[in-house]
């Protein structure tokens, strides 16, 4: 027995000097997905994200319809309860072409990025954000359709720079961000008169994932001043309902 345990522990220890020399020493390994429909949930169809679950049978489902199934296998009612690590990492280390390639993007992202990416893409089409309009356009030709179509006024403005606007009741100002490094953000400000007052409300009608804060100064003929400050909500869609919140 002391003998076999000495050959298991040197087998054992031979076996890991050799997994430390051949990971130290191999060159990384590439492969390439020709199918995506293998890691999208079998159930909704939708792109696989993590954490990933699996019944004892290894039958996965993605995390939105484990809740919905309540954790219960849609295949063979086992219980869905335990985490598939091996596709996780897969998913983790999957890069793939963004899906506008064809209409003009190069962007090499995360599979798992893929969603969040197309919201930010400058060549993702995008709807008119205005209620009733049907046009769809890319992002950087939302500013001149919404000229055309639905603002009387427009403005350039510069952050961090004021600009000095003239809304009226029941009208719309459209204002571009000027920049030198690729599109700007477009900005709507709306104007309401409501019994308690005339109301202001801004809002960014571009992609994006920061949040653009801006200062809002009133000046009325009596010289009375108004100071509000905020954060502009970025909206898929201006209606002509009046905001409940972020508003002047």
């Not at 008169?193 to 994932?209: H, K, L, V, W």
Request: hydrophobic share 30%; with cysteine.
């Amino acid at each position: 027995m002391v003998g076999f345990s000495e050959d298991g522990n040197n087998s054992t220890s031979q076996k890991r000097q050799r997994t430390s020399r051949d990971t130290k020493g191999k060159k990384k390994r590439t492969a390439t997905l020709h199918d995506l429909d293998a890691i999208e949930c079998p159930l909704c169809f939708d792109p696989l994200t993590i954490p990933i679950f699996q019944c004892d049978n290894g039958h996965i489902a993605c995390f939105t319809c484990l809740h919905k199934l309540k954790q219960k296998c849609a295949t063979c009612s086992l219980k869905t309860r335990s985490r598939n690590r091996a596709l996780e990492r897969v998913l983790e280390l999957l890069r793939v072409p963004c899906p506008n390639v064809e209409l003009g993007c190069s962007e090499i992202i995360s599979f798992s990025e893929t969603s969040t990416h197309l919201e930010i893409c400058a060549f993702t089409q995008r709807a008119c954000p205005f209620s009733s309009c049907d046009f769809v356009c890319f992002n950087k030709d939302l500013y001149e359709h919404s000229i055309a179509k639905h603002c009387e006024s427009s403005y350039m403005f510069e952050c961090g720079k004021p600009v000095f606007i003239y809304p009226m009741s029941g009208k719309r100002v459209i204002l571009k961000e000027q920049t030198t490094e690729g599109e700007g953000e477009i900005v709507i400000v709306e104007c309401f008169d409501t019994p308690q007052g005339r109301i202001f409300y801004a809002s960014c009608i571009g992609p994006g994932e920061e949040e653009l804060s801006y200062t809002f100064k009133l000046f009325s003929s009596c010289s009375d001043r108004l100071w509000f400050e905020s954060d502009l909500n970025r909206v898929r869609q201006v209606s002509n309902e009046l905001p409940d919140e972020h508003f002047c």
